[in-house]
């Protein structure tokens, strides 16, 4: 089981954009340089657009999420308005994510 998952509200703990939240929208496995998340606002990044017409790409500098790595992201905790560590218990015979600070089950 991962610890951070596709729609976790995170937050940013190092970086450019320190402080700022988001949601994880994809989760990028790589073996050699490590796990990275796409965070919905997060590390925008600018790209020279080449036009297209025959798949109708428009031409332009344009903006796009760039991946951020995993150890600079935290879950954010919504009861303390902080980042968090995720822990795991088994409860009723399965395995359930929880705050490790307050001993809550992510997600309830």
């Known amino acids: 089981m991962q610890k951070l998952i596709k729609g976790d509200d995170v937050i940013v703990i190092a970086g450019k954009d320190k402080g700022k939240r988001g949601k994880i929208s994809a989760v990028i496995f790589d073996e050699k340089k490590g796990d990275k998340f796409l965070v919905s606002g997060i ?54 994510r929880i705050f490790k600070s307050t001993k809550k089950v992510i997600g309830e």
């Open 43 to 96: 590390n925008l990044v600018k790209k020279n657009q080449k036009p297209n017409p025959q798949a109708g790409v428009q031409g332009g500098i344009i903006e796009k999420e760039a991946p951020i790595a995993v150890s600079n992201v935290a879950i954010f905790n919504p009861e303390t308005n902080k980042g968090d560590r995720v822990g795991f218990k088994v409860e009723d015979g399965k395995k359930v």
